[in-house]
């Protein structure tokens, strides 16, 4: 995966985001998750960095990295963004 720049900043709703230019946000909350839900979001955004909306295609990239992607999501669900 390539991206254009990364920063972190403190979300109130979400646990990060990309855009068409490829640049990553993330929550400074993300820190306080476990490590395996924080891979999930750095894979999940980093996923968007080929497929930006959330269709089929995306979830097959995404599967394609993590075979999990779908029950961390459920696990992330658990938590906060404003923790």
């Known amino acids: 995966y390539s991206y254009r720049s990364v920063t972190i900043r403190r979300l109130k709703a979400r646990w990060g985001s990309c855009n068409q230019y ?3 946000v993330l929550n400074l909350q993300l820190m306080q998750l ?10 999940h955004e980093l996923a968007h960095t080929k497929v930006l909306r959330h269709g089929p295609d ?11 992607a779908r029950t961390l999501q459920k696990q992330l669900r658990k938590y906060q963004t404003s923790l």
């Open 34 to 43: 476990p490590w395996h839900l924080i891979n999930y979001v750095l894979l």
């Open 58 to 68: 995306f979830w097959d990239e995404l599967a394609a990295s993590l075979p999990s």
């Open 22 to 24: 490829k640049d990553i």
